[in-house]
Structures are given as structure tokens and as C-alpha cells.
T-cell receptor
Framework: AAGVIQSPRHLIKEKRETATLKCYPI?????VYWYQQGPGQDPQFLIS???????DKGSIPDRFSAQQFSDYHSELNMSSLELGDSALYFC???????????FGPGTRLTVL | QKEVEQDPGPLSVPEGAIVSLNCTYS??????FMWYRQYSRKGPELLMY????GNKEDGRFTAQVDKSSKYISLFIRDSQPSDSATYLC??????????FGAGTRLFVKA
């Protein structure tokens, strides 16, 4: 079965640079979530989109922005990167009428 | 107080043991309960999903929900070394936001 796809899988950036993470949800899933997971921590909710509109906002820094496109894929844009932004970034998608989220493999971002 | 509390462990058991993982929550509006398994550096994998009090069984896994006590459990029977992972409970009100527990690290020794 098709799963959530994230790209890139690994990304190395320097401080103050920008990064763009991409997420392709499971086909026919209309809701996308972004999470940040630091070492040894649980996933921290950043932001979610439903039908291309922001549906909820968590602990997303102002330096980050995200959007969902007409094909339902989503991009997380991160600017002025800081060392503390180094983490695993997960995208999850949810289908219509469902409550379960299905996670992608994650993007490991390293800021040097 | 966090909305979802989960003992981070680590929990170490011998192969074949029954494992009990637990979470408590504070908001009675929570209706949907999930357990995820996460291997190191991998995305969380949905194991169990339930929305009512009682038990739900899937192979060696049983999810239990007690809404009156605001307590959920995941039992793993005949635990295997391949079950060694972090187990996260996740709870949802039916809206867009899902609250995750801190995750319990489980080690099953061969």
C-alpha cells in the first residue's frame, strides 16, 4: 500500500540558511501534519492542513512556514536555521473521516 | 500537568514476557486512542486504534481503554526482541490535533 513520502530523507544546512521539506500524503488523504522530534523526545506538533487550509497550529517558530498545495502535498519552509532546529521532521497524513495519522519516514535535518 | 502522561521507561523484559504499557490522560473529551511503535530513526508506525472503552486485540497486541479512569494500556504477549522500540500513545478529540505521550522505550532481551 502507498505510504507517506517525504523528501529529502537527509539534509545538512548551515546556520542562517533556509531549508524546504516536502511531504506527499497517502493518496486520497486530505489532512497533513508536521512534527518535529528531537533526540529522545516525543513528536512535537508544528502545524496541520486540511483541504489546503491551515487547520491547527502548534509550536511552530515564526521562522517556519508551511502550505498545502492543490495536489495535497505539503512543504515546510524553514528560514534562518539555528543549531536547535536539528531534528527529525515527520509528516503524517489522515484520510477523510478518519482519526488515525500515518507517518512518513521523516527528514533528518542537521544544522551545522 | 501534561494532557497525556506516559512513563518513558526504559522497560526491559525477557523474551516471551507479557509487556504492559500505559498512558493516562486528563481531558475527558478525548475519544480516539492510538498506539504507535517507533524504531530508532524511523517514523512512528500505527499499531492499534480504538475509540471506545474495552479491549481490542490484534495478534499479540491488545489495546485497552478505560474512559472512566482516563487510562489506556497496550499489552504485548509473547514479546520478541523485534518488539524492542519506543511505544507512543496518542489521543485525539476527533478534531485535527493529536496529543502524543512521551513514549516508553522497551527492550526485549533474547
Amino acid at each position: 500500500a502507498a505510504g507517506v513520502i517525504q523528501s529529502p530523507r537527509h539534509l545538512i544546512k548551515e546556520k542562517r540558511e533556509t531549508a524546504t521539506l516536502k511531504c506527499y500524503p497517502i493518496p486520497r488523504h486530505d489532512t497533513v501534519y508536521w512534527y518535529q522530534q528531537g533526540p529522545g523526545q516525543d513528536p512535537q506538533f508544528l502545524i496541520s492542513f486540511y483541504e489546503k487550509m491551515q487547520s491547527d497550529k502548534g509550536s511552530i517558530p515564526d521562522r517556519f512556514s508551511a502550505q498545502q498545495f492543490s495536489d495535497y502535498h505539503s512543504e515546510l519552509n524553514m528560514s534562518s536555521l539555528e543549531l536547535g532546529d536539528s531534528a527529525l521532521y515527520f509528516c503524517a497524513s489522515r484520510g477523510q473521516g478518519g482519526n488515525e495519522q500515518f507517518f512518513g519516514p521523516g527528514t533528518r535535518l542537521t544544522v551545522l | 500537568q501534561k494532557e497525556v502522561e506516559q512513563d518513558p521507561g526504559p522497560l526491559s523484559v525477557p523474551e516471551g514476557a507479557i509487556v504492559s504499557l500505559n498512558c493516562t490522560y486528563s481531558n475527558s473529551a478525548f475519544q480516539y486512542f492510538m498506539w504507535y511503535r517507533q524504531y530508532s530513526r524511523k517514523g512512528p508506525e500505527l499499531l492499534m486504534y480504538t475509540y471506545s472503552s474495552g479491549n481490542k486485540e490484534d495478534g499479540r497486541f491488545t489495546a485497552q481503554v478505560d474512559k472512566s479512569s482516563k487510562y489506556i494500556s497496550l499489552f504485548i504477549r509473547d514479546s520478541q526482541p523485534s518488539d524492542s522500540a519506543t511505544y507512543l500513545c496518542a489521543i485525539n478529540t476527533g478534531g485535527f490535533k493529536t496529543i502524543f505521550g512521551a513514549g516508553t522505550r522497551l527492550f526485549v532481551k533474547a
